[in-house]
């Protein structure tokens, strides 16, 4: 006679195995969590302000610190605008190549000029410079906007890579263009400046799409 045998349903694993597993599910996670605090954990001396951090960029400190710098070497870099229209006019990858400083918009080129102020264009003024070809227009930016980034670029100083993200690097420029109009603009009566000879030292940008259009940003600004 033949004897049939009967299989039980696997046993469910023990509930402790399970409280185990969980367990160890849930320690993994802590560990994970407590490694990624404390990368991200800032260590602060007692006595130490973290605003005093000198990685944190301050618009306030940086303006001041930084402008005089950028003043002084647009001067030594300063071509005069007669010398330097000729050049370019010549060939212009020479001489942004000798008097440029490249960026991803085109070639910053520091110029110095003497000029007679003509009309005023929402604070820009066009200038009338001896020596340069009818064709180029020279205008000096006074203000109240400052458009672009001359005093960042125009030393090759500045990088981005000296800033945390873009906004940092964006507002540096602001904090240069903020020192101008407080140590250079607040000096000179802009919205006088028509019909009145000035000397300039500044910076522009000579791009591909207007080369024959010269809008500077002073680093000094003189009424003669």
Not at 7 to 23: E, F, H, Q, T, V
Request: hydrophobic share 45%.
């Amino acid at each position: 006679m033949q004897t049939t045998r009967i299989i039980g349903a696997p046993s469910a694993p023990p509930k402790r195995d399970n409280a185990r597993l969980r367990a160890g599910i849930l320690g993994g996670i802590v560990v994970v969590l407590l490694v990624a605090m404390a990368l991200n954990t800032k260590i602060v001396k007692i006595g130490t302000d973290i605003g005093s951090d000198t990685g944190a960029f301050s618009a306030d400190t940086y303006g001041p610190a930084n402008f005089p710098k950028v003043q002084a070497e647009v001067e030594r870099r300063a071509v005069d605008a007669p010398k330097l229209a000729a050049a370019i006019a010549k060939d212009r990858a020479a001489a942004t190549k000798q008097y440029g400083v490249a960026t991803t918009a085109g070639a910053e080129m520091s110029v110095k000029f003497t000029g007679l102020v003509g009309k005023n264009d929402s604070g820009n003024y066009t200038v009338a410079v001896a020596g340069i070809p009818k064709a180029l227009t020279v205008q000096v930016q006074t203000g109240p906007f400052i458009s672009g980034q001359d005093l960042r670029d125009a030393t090759g100083a500045i990088t981005f890579a000296q800033f945390h993200n873009q906004m940092e690097y964006q507002n540096a420029g602001g904090a240069l263009i903020a020192e101008l109009k407080k140590g250079v603009l607040s000096k000179v009566d802009t919205d006088k400046l028509t019909g009145k000879k000035i000397s300039v030292v500044g910076a522009f940008l000579l791009s591909e799409a207007d080369p024959n259009t010269w809008l500077v940003t002073p680093v000094k600004l003189d009424v003669l």
